[in-house]
C-alpha cells in the first residue's frame, strides 16, 4: 500500500526576482515499511522534497496525496492538524524544545492531539525506552548529547503514531558513533515495528543502511533504487 | 502545559529577564512613590482645609457662598436642628456666623475673619480645642476670644491681652468690641493660621448685631465618601428656595482644579517613565522574537497550532510584567510606608515658599492599595498592548521560512 503519492511536483521560488526552480515535475510513491534515503547534492531539491511531502511547505504545481488525504488541497490551519495526526518530523537540529524535559518534549505532541494523561504517559516511557534513553527522561536538551537529542527527536516523531517520519539529514550534526546508534534505533524500528523512514542525506555510512535510495539532481529524480 | 512553557520560557534568558524585571520595578517604584506623594499632600491639605475648618458639607441661605455677606445670616430654627436625623452619616452640625473684621491693638491692625462659634460641636467636628497652643479653650458663655497664632504674633499679643474688633455687623450695623485673649490656637493651614479668630456663638450674636442668627451650618460627616449621600439627604428636606446645601469641591472649586492641574503634570511624568520603559520592553521582544523564530517554527511544524503558541508568548510576557509590577509593589509598599509614617516635612526657604501659597509644609505619603494597584493595570495594559507584535509575527509564521531562516 502506498502511504505517499506525489504526481508532477514542481517547485519555484521567487524570493527577489530571481526564479529558482528547486523541484522539477518529480513523481513519487513511497510504499509503507519502506526504509528510504533521499540523496543528491546540495541545493538539489532534498529538502524541499520531504517539506512538500510532509505538508510543511506546498508545490507550485502538482499533487500530493498522504494516506488517502489531497494534502495539496489542505489550508494552512488544516496542515497543521494534519501534520501533527499523520507525520512525524525530525529535523537536522534543534528538534526540541529548550525549556522542556525529554519526557515533556515527547508528551507535547500527544498533549495536542489532546490524548488521555494515562496514555501519554505509558507511550512516552515505552518510546524513550525504544530509543534507549530511560535514564534521560528528565533531562533538557541543553543537559543531552547531540545524538541524544535525535534520539528523543525520533521518540517526539514517533509519538502521535505518524504514517511515516519525515527526516531531513538527522545525523549531519552527530560523530560516528552516534550515527551508528541512530541509524540502529531507526532501523529496528522499521523492522520491527513496520515505521515507514523517509530521510535525506548526504552520508556515505546513512546511504548503505537504507534499502530504498532517491538521487536528486537539480531538482528531478536522477535514479531510485531499491535494494531487497 | 502552556502556563508552565512560558514560565520556564521567562527564566531563560535570566539576565535579560531580571534586567527587564527591574525597569519594571523601578518605573512601578516611582509612579507609586509620586503617586502617593502626590494624593498623600492633597488628601493632607483638603483635610486641613476642608475638615479641620469648612467641613465637607455646608448649608447657608441660598446665595450666601457667592456674597459671603453677613447680611444672608439665617435664624437657627427647629427644621434645621433637627437635621442630623436626615442621614446616619451626619455626626450633628456646628452652625457659624462668620464675617470679616479688622482686629487691632492700637498700633497695629490685621484683616481677620471673626467666628462665632459653638465651642462644644465646633471641637467636636474641628477637633479646635486641640489646637489650643496657650490659655484655654472657650466656654458658650464667654465673652471672650480665640486667636490664631499668625494673628497673635502679628499683634503681639497673648493670653489675657486685649484684642479690639471692628466690623460692619448685621444690615450695615456698626459692631465694635474688644475682648481678652482667651487662648491660642495654631493651624497647619498657614492660609487659616493668619485669619482665625474664635468667638462664641453668643457673643458673636451680640457683637454682629444678629441675634439668633447664624451664617452656616457645617456639617459633621466621618468620611468623605458619606459625602454624596447626605448631600442628597440634606437636599430633599430643605426647601432650595430659601437653602443652598454645598459640598466642599463646590464651596472650593479652586482647590479642586489646582488638584488637577497638579495630577495632570504627574500623568505626563508617568507617561514618559512609562514611554521609556515600553521601548525597553519592546527591546527584549524583539529580540526574543528573533532569536526563537527557528524554535517556532519547529512548534509550528509538528503540529502546534499558531493561536496556541501565540497565547504561550503572549502569557510569556504579561507573565513577565506582572512579575515586574508584583515585585515593584512589594518593593514600593516599604518605601511609600516610609514616607507615610514619616511624611516629608520640608524646612528653610522652601517651606517658607510654600506657605506663602498656603501650603502647609508636611508632605505625608497616602498609603492607599488603589494605587499600587494602577501601577499593576498599567503594566498590564502595557505588556498585553506589547505582545501583540509577536502574536501577530507567528500568525504570519511560515514553518519553513522560519527554519532556514529567512
Ligand atoms: N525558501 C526558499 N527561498 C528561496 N530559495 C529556496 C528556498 N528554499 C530552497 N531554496 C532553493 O531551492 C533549491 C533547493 O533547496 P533545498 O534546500 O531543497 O536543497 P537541499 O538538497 O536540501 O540542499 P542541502 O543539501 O544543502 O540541504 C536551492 O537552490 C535553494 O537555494
Ligand atoms: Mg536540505
Redesign the interface.
Known sequence: MSVIIAKGISKTYDPDGMPVLALQRIDLEIREGEFTAIVGPSGSGKSTLLNIIGGLDKPSEGMVEVGGHMITELSDNELIDFRKEHIGFVFQAYNLIPVLTARENVEFVMLLQQRPKAEREARTKELLHAVGLDDKMDKRPGELSGGQQQRVAVARALAPKPAFILADEPTANLDTKSTENLLDIMAELNREEKITFIFSTHDQRVINRARRVITLVDGAVASDEKRD | ?LIK?AW??IW?NKRRTLITIASILFAVLLASLMESLQKGAWGHMIKNVVNYYFGYVQIHQKGYWDEQSIDKAFALGDHLTALPAASSHIKGLAPRLESFALASTGNNTVGVLVIGIDPQAETRMTKLAERLQRGNYLAPEDDAALLAEGIAERLKLDVGDTIILVSQGYHGVNAAAKYPVKGIVRFGSPELNKQMVYLPLLAAQRFYGAEGLVTSLAVNIAKEEHVPPVVRALKRKLDPEHYEVMDWPEMMPDLLQAKALDSAGNYIVYFILYLVIAFGILGTILMMTKERE??FG?????????F?LGFMVWLEIILLGMLGALVGIAASFPVVWYFYVNPIRFTGDYAGLLEKFGFEPIFPAAFNAQVFLTQAIIVLVLTSVLAIYPVFKIKRLE??HA?RG?
Open positions: 502545559m512553557m520556564r520560557n531563560r527557528y524554535e519547529v512548534l509550528v511544524a509538528i503540529g502546534m497550532g499558531r496556541a514553518p519553513v527554519m529567512d
